[in-house]
């Protein structure tokens, strides 16, 4: 009979430790998904010329995937007519088995 429960005492750590594993991982595909959608907003800025409908759109399209985005553009060499955009994502992040939630900002600059 001890045979018995240390053997389905160990399934149940196993168990948990696998769902832990699995709950990290997901967290860390959404942090890479959240990554790879700033790096093509950065991009269609860019491609765009820095058109404020294109920066509208973007943040359209960040509220519809649950992140929020923030684009401050500036102009550093009027001149030149050089412009540069700061692209900052903030998105959630949960882990429920281990109660941890949390929001995350990354930031990018468009040239």
């Keep these: 009979m001890k045979y018995v429960v240390e053997a389905f005492s160990i399934l ?3 168990m948990l430790n696998l769902s832990v594993c699995i ?4 967290v860390s595909a959404d942090i ?8 093509d907003v950065i991009a269609e800025i860019e ?8 920066m509208d759109a973007c943040r359209e399209g960040a509220e ?3 992140y929020s985005l923030e684009v401050t553009p500036c102009m550093y ?7 540069i955009a700061e692209v900052r ?8 088995l281990l109660g941890i939630t949390g929001q995350r900002v990354t930031k990018g600059i468009a040239r």
């Design 12 to 14: 149940i750590a196993l």
């Design 32 to 39: 890479a998904a959240a990554k790879e959608y700033k790096a």
């Design 23 to 26: 709950a990290v991982l997901s």
């Design 89 to 96: 994502l903030t998105y959630d992040y949960e882990i429920p």
């Design 64 to 66: 519809e995937r649950g």
């Design 77 to 83: 060499d009027p001149d030149y007519d050089r412009c």
């Design 47 to 54: 491609n765009s010329n820095f058109n404020p409908r294109v």
